[in-house]
């Protein structure tokens, strides 16, 4: 099977980039094609570099707050690309409710602080596999 | 040391050589520092503190290890100055009012990261993060409203602000003018300290060497113009939250501070001019007795760099000020209540360590901006230390504590190895150019974050003690989207409301004086006088100066 390939990205004016860091880190130790962003990424950007880098998976990580306005960008921005085949997952500072609601718009799993690196890579694994089988 | 003294040491030397074989014979845990992977030894004695000098020291005396104060806590408490902010400037004018109303004795601005950045909030990239992690600060007319009520001659503010703090400043300083406040009586510090926003916080506007420059532009005019103000709160904290072990964050930060005494040398100022203005910010962590250590290394360190290697004279030169926060990156965003015992026992080596002033975390901010009442309970915290445990009663004593006096001096060697491995690379400005100083951030980062998924570090509640019934929930604080359309109306009304003409010719002077090597503080200010906002300040000056461009890598 081909390596995942992720962009790990950085949207909005936060400048908090330890946790983009240790997952790109942590997904790249597990065999994924990991491009990160660098810092102050508008959804405009992420969303081009994505669709150029003919990624598998955006991650976004957010933790200004800025969830419910640069999330759902990121999501329209693809979608209006014909690019609903990326998954779009991420973390952050984000409150429970908000991530059920940034779900039930169609974002993947959205995960909080404490996360063990595994839970990703594991997580990232199964959706691609479900997704290569649907489409074989 | 006397003969007889040198014997008894011998026989301790000896002594503890037959329990240390003993303790290795033993069945017995391992022990490391909390996030240097070092290995804590299992007892210390008077082998461990012999010849350090510790036992002559005095607290109010050079080397200010015991701390700079004579009087220690007794002649003042430290400042309990809870940073806070969000949302539009009248929202946190009542926050400030309700904090001071209930003991806090300081005030701390949090910006939003428009702010932060230089954005107004009506700029097109400020979209969505208006107020949302501090508070929308675009012209004078915000910052008016910020302090409306609120004396500043009264106070002492301290503004979290660095890619444009000059800009933030002068709108404090316009303020405060138009308060009628007499500039000498303003106290407070503006953290402005670039340096680490390219190591670690990432708030940049300008490219090193111009940015430099104008916090250069600060210590001068703030000498001779507000000579109570603190230029520059020279910060660790987010070095440490970035990932650095306690001896990295002693390093950089004090390896940061050399640099700005270097380009304050360099201009032509007298040390000793600005020096006394310089400040420092502390991350406190957990691990307790290496906190305390760290922050009497700090002291010490400076002190001596600053009397034998750039020749200060005078006393205030010499002593190390600081403010000290509790750790953010060791809250957990499970089992949230547990995080009231980690601000206080954090909040205690603060205090132990000397601190001048000190914020507590709220329980609840690994997952949103703090509520009021989470915000109370850390300020309690502070004050059931400041007033029930009666630690502050005596002037560091921990002092003459085989451990800590040992711990002392052991970071103080780390940090000295580190200043030299910094001159080989060249020194900080090519250690930030390179991404030397933050990869060495980031593979601290990966190892902690490797431990604790290998349960060699124990998380209580994240990794160990896991509880698993559903998460605890506690209320969050929600920051309306009102505030976003609130402050977008207030600047409509303050553009239409302000003389434009006036407002151009400001900005040309600015412009053109980047271009010379005038200080360009007064031109600032002339701007804020004139209303013109944070963003127009900002991108004049980048017109000349131009932008950073990080180096990025993970």
């Known amino acids: 099977m081909r390596p995942i390939r992720v962009l790990v990205a950085k949207p909005g004016l936060d400048g908090h980039d330890r946790g983009a860091k240790v997952v790109a880190a942590a997904l790249r130790d597990a065999g994924m094609e990991v491009i990160y962003t660098g810092l102050h990424q508008t959804p405009e950007m992420i969303a081009t570099a994505a669709i150029q880098e003919d990624v598998d998976v955006v991650g976004l990580s957010i933790l200004s707050g800025a969830h419910m306005t640069l999330i759902p960008r990121v999501l329209d921005l693809l979608r209006a690309d014909g690019r609903d085949d990326i998954l779009v997952t991420g973390g952050g500072i984000i409150p429970r409710e908000d991530m059920d609601a940034l779900e039930a718009r169609g974002t993947g799993r959205l995960f909080g602080p404490g996360t063990p690196t595994s839970e990703l890579v594991d997580y990232i694994h199964d959706w691609f596999e479900a997704r290569e089988s649907q489409t074989a | 040391m006397t003969t007889a003294e040198m014997l008894e040491l011998d026989r301790l030397r000896e002594e503890v050589a037959q329990w240390r074989a003993r303790f290795d014979a033993a069945k017995k845990r391992n022990a490391l520092f909390a996030n240097s992977g070092d290995v804590v030894d299992p007892v210390y004695t008077a082998l461990d503190i012999a010849g350090d000098g510790s036992a002559l020291e005095l607290p109010g005396e050079y080397p200010f290890t015991r701390g700079i104060h004579a009087t220690g806590y007794r002649g003042k408490l430290w400042t309990m100055r809870q940073f806070a902010g969000f949302g539009t400037a009248p929202e946190t004018n009542a926050r400030y009012k309700y904090l001071l109303s209930h003991g806090q004795t300081g005030l701390s601005v949090a910006f939003d990261f428009p702010t932060l950045m230089g954005y107004d909030s009506d700029h097109p990239r400020s979209e969505g993060e208006v107020g949302k992690c501090g508070v929308a600060i675009s012209s004078l007319a915000d910052m008016e409203t910020l302090f409306e009520g609120i004396p500043l001659d009264k106070v002492s503010t301290s503004m979290t602000i660095n890619g444009p703090a000059v800009i933030l400043f002068a709108f404090y300083v316009a303020a405060a003018e138009k308060q009628g406040v007499n500039l000498k009586e303003l106290r407070g510090t503006i953290q402005n300290d670039i340096l680490k926003e390219y190591m670690a916080q990432h708030a940049w506007v300008y490219p090193i060497e111009p940015a430099l420059r104008l916090i250069v532009d600060n210590f001068a005019w703030s000498a001779e113009h507000v000579p109570l103000w603190n230029t520059i709160s020279i910060s660790g904290y987010h070095i440490r939250e970035a990932g650095a072990t306690a001896a990295q964050e002693l390093a950089f930060t004090l390896a940061d501070g050399f640099t700005y005494v270097e380009r304050g040398l360099a201009r032509g100022l007298d040390v000793d001019d600005f020096a006394p203005r310089l400040s420092f910010f502390w ?193 969050l604080l929600k920051v309306s989207e009102a505030a976003e359309r609130e402050q977008r109306a207030r600047m409509a009304q303050m553009r239409a409301s302000r003389d434009n003409g006036l407002v151009e010719s400001r900005l040309t002077a600015l412009r053109e004086a980047s271009r010379t090597d005038a200080n360009l503080m007064p031109c600032i200010l002339d701007c804020a006088r004139a209303y013109c906002t944070l963003y127009e300040i900002r991108a004049a000056m980048e017109e000349v100066f131009g932008a950073y461009r990080e180096p990025v890598f993970f």
């Open chain 2, 283 to 475: 991350d406190i962590h957990n691990d307790f007795f290496e906190e305390i250590a760290k922050l009497r290394a700090a002291r010490r360190i400076w002190a001596r760099h600053l009397k034998e290697r750039f020749g200060a004279k005078d006393p205030r030169s010499l002593i190390m000020r600081f403010h000290s926060q509790t750790a953010g990156v060791t809250l957990t965003a499970q089992q949230p209540m547990n995080n009231v015992v980690r601000v206080a026992y954090q909040a205690m080596a603060a205090v132990l360590g000397g601190t001048q002033s000190l914020h507590t975390n709220s329980m609840d901010e690994t997952l949103a901006l703090p509520t009021e009442q989470a915000v109370q309970v850390a300020l309690r915290t502070q004050q059931v230390l400041a007033y029930e445990t009666g630690v502050p009663n005596v002037a560091d004593p921990l002092g003459g504590s085989y451990y800590v006096e040992a711990l002392t001096d052991k970071l103080e060697q780390e940090a000295e190895a580190l200043f030299e491995q910094i001159a080989e690379v060249g020194g900080v400005v090519h250690g930030l150019e390179t991404g030397w100083l933050q990869r060495k951030i980031a593979e601290s980062s990966s190892r902690q974050q490797w431990e604790i998924e290998q349960h060699r570090r124990t998380i209580v509640g994240v990794n160990e003690f896991v509880t698993e019934e559903g998460e605890l929930t506690i209320p």
